[in-house]
């Protein structure tokens, strides 16, 4: 099936600084997601992008997604202690909600 | 708007049980919910799809005699893990998504602990 390899697996990151995530693809989405789970929580939509080569930004965070339709990247800019958490990826082809996630990053920020 | 919502948020079992957990849509209604499993620091693995008024659809090596799916409605869907082993154990999530643009909405997660 298709895998998403997201990296870096995880970020420890002081308070005020960047932070930029991707995500790869060996195949082909026609929708790019990017999601934030806290601990015991379901995953939270940040930003969904549906064009290829579409930046589009959500306050603090910007996210593209390739014009190969095979990556996305997601940045952070001057980060906060509440920006802790996991960052997932995730594809989808069918534009009817299901998913294939990538294996999360992980955001430690350090006040 | 387009809130999902999970019940129990945990449950604690004893081995051989059955569990059931429930997903709703609160504000549309879900022709389609998606069910995934989530072992710790792991990612979410999808393990069956919802069908409202017909069989949910499992992804390969999931069992569908052991999860068992229900879509009644169009904002309920329910898993009832059978016979939960500890091995079950782990965080169950689900997701509806509003129809045509493929963003999904989770609920806030199961978290089955089977002893």
């Known amino acids: 099936g298709q895998q998403l390899n997201q990296s870096p697996q995880s970020m420890f990151i002081q308070e005020g600084e960047d932070v930029s995530m991707n995500c790869t693809s060996s195949s082909i989405f026609n929708t790019w997601l990017w999601y934030k789970q806290d601990p015991g929580e379901g995953p939270v939509l940040l930003i969904a992008?549906?064009?290829?080569?579409e930046l589009t930004s959500n306050g603090r965070l910007t996210a593209q997604f390739g014009i190969t339709r095979k990556d996305s990247f997601l940045n952070i800019s001057a980060s906060i202690p509440s920006d802790v958490g996991i960052y997932f990826c995730?594809?989808?082809?069918?534009?009817?909600?299901?998913?294939?996630f990538g294996d999360g990053t992980t955001l430690t920020v350090k006040p | 708007g387009a809130v999902v919502s999970q019940h129990p948020s945990w449950v604690i079992c004893k081995s051989g049980t059955s569990v059931k957990i429930e997903c709703r849509s609160l504000d549309f209604q879900a022709t389609t919910m998606f069910w995934y499993r989530q072992f710790p620091k792991q990612s979410l693995m999808l393990m069956a799809t919802?069908?409202?008024?017909?069989?949910?659809?499992?992804e390969q090596g999931v069992e569908k005699d052991k999860f068992l799916i229900n879509h009644a409605s169009l904002t309920l869907s329910t898993l009832t893990v059978t016979s939960a082993h500890p091995e079950d154990s782990s965080f169950y999530i689900c997701?509806?998504?509003?129809?045509?643009?493929?963003?999904?909405?989770f609920g806030q997660g199961t978290r089955l602990t089977v002893v």
């Open positions: 995730a594809g989808e082809n069918t534009n009817a909600g299901k998913s294939t």
């Open positions: 997701s509806a998504a509003l129809t045509g643009n493929g963003q999904a909405f």
């Open positions: 992008l549906y064009k290829a080569g």
């Open positions: 919802s069908n409202e008024g017909s069989k949910a659809t499992y």
